[in-house]
């Protein structure tokens, strides 16, 4: 490391320290406890990671702690079926426009489309895209086409990522809500495969381990049109970042969105697991990781950080 490279790196990083002692002592909001293992964890716990565009990347606190990224992988499933499919097949079944409901209504259009692929009823469907587009699912092939995403995921963390079975096996046993969705999708027609199958396979790609520093490589990936800059590989086209970012800012946040986009102005995607995954076009990756959520299912700390950020950088978009 150069001398300037140093100096960089710990005022940054005093920086992040200053905004995780603000965050500090914030104990409001409550961890979700609807799938019973993530009520297990440590509410305490808060990392922040950055990723710039050039590949550095700046940490503090719980940055190495792995927890479940949830709803942070839609976008990247998103992704990929966007990649595999192509818009016009992936906009019949899934649409883009913003909610205004909770993450687990069955919010559909006058099409019976999912409104967007951010809540659970578009995930779900977008996870239906990477199954064979009929009914009978041999055995295995959700195995095949977990080790694809799980793939597809790495190369946009720039590490290898592992799933978590004890959450993965604990959402499995209690999805009544995520069962319910999906049997009326498929009752709607908008399922091309087994509704099982499908959940399946958006349960095991929620339950995948990431830590903050992974959540800030996605971000700076997504902020880099598809590449990432720490490994200079292209992991989706510069079109397709284009999407996941329109409806990060549109959707990310659920019920919450118009108020993040006016108050903090960086596309994101939360999970209830407590990160926040942001992606501030062609500068910056975020994560952080605090387990508290509010009302929405957001971080509370989370959102809590990305407002002094947006303020103090003015990294607001517009
Ligand atoms: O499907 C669910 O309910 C969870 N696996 C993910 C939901 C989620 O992360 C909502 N985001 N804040």
């Given at each position: 490391m150069t001398s300037s490279t140093e100096g960089r790196t710990s005022l940054v990083a005093g920086y992040l320290q200053h905004i995780a002692d603000q965050c500090a002592d914030d104990r409001s909001?409550?961890?979700?406890?609807?799938?019973?293992?993530?009520?297990?964890?440590?509410?305490?716990?808060?990392g922040l990671s950055l990723c710039a565009h050039d590949g550095y990347l700046y940490s503090v606190g719980d940055t190495t702690t792995e927890f479940t990224i949830q709803s942070m992988s839609k976008p990247l499933t998103y992704a990929m079926v966007l990649g595999r499919h192509g818009s016009?097949?992936?906009?019949?079944?899934?649409?883009?426009?913003?909610?205004?409901?909770?993450?687990?209504e069955i919010s559909v259009d006058s099409r019976r489309r999912p409104r967007n692929p951010m809540i659970n009823a578009g995930a779900i469907t977008a996870a239906?895209?990477?199954?064979?587009?009929?009914?009978?699912?041999?055995?295995?092939?959700?195995?095949?086409?977990?080790?694809?995403?799980?793939?597809?995921?790495s190369a946009c963390a720039g590490r290898r990522l592992t799933i978590d079975d004890e959450v993965y096996l604990s959402e499995k046993s209690t999805g009544s809500r995520n069962r319910a969705i999906a049997y009326m999708l498929d009752s709607f027609g908008v399922l091309g495969t087994d509704p099982d199958?499908?959940?399946d396979l958006y349960f095991r790609q929620c339950s995948l381990r990431v830590t903050t520093?992974?959540?800030?490589?996605?971000?700076?990936?997504?902020?880099?049109?598809?590449?990432?800059?720490r490994t200079g590989r292209r992991v989706f086209s510069r079109r397709t970042?284009?999407?996941?970012?329109?409806?990060?800012?549109?959707?990310?946040?659920?019920?919450?969105?118009?108020?993040?986009?006016?108050?903090?102005?960086?596309?994101?995607?939360?999970?209830?697991?407590?990160?926040?995954?942001?992606?501030?076009?062609?500068?910056?990756g975020i994560g952080v990781f605090s387990p508290r959520l509010d009302d929405h299912g957001n971080s509370v700390r989370g959102v809590d950080t990305y407002?002094?950020?947006?303020?103090?950088?003015?990294?607001?978009m517009f």
């Open positions: 909001g409550a961890v979700a406890d609807y799938i019973p293992e993530l009520a297990a964890v440590d509410p305490d716990q808060y016009d097949v992936v906009d019949a079944k899934i649409g883009v426009e913003p909610s205004g409901e909770a993450f687990n239906s895209l990477l199954l064979p587009q009929h009914r009978e699912v041999e055995p295995g092939v959700v195995d095949e086409a977990f080790a694809e995403l799980v793939e597809f995921y199958a499908a959940l520093a992974d959540l800030a490589v996605v971000g700076v990936t997504i902020a880099c049109g598809g590449v990432n800059p970042a284009q999407r996941l970012l329109s409806v990060m800012t549109t959707c990310g946040m659920y019920d919450g969105a118009g108020d993040w986009v006016t108050s903090v102005g960086i596309p994101a995607k939360s999970g209830v697991g407590g990160g926040i995954l942001g992606s501030l076009p062609g500068q910056l407002r002094h950020l947006s303020a103090d950088l003015g990294l607001h």
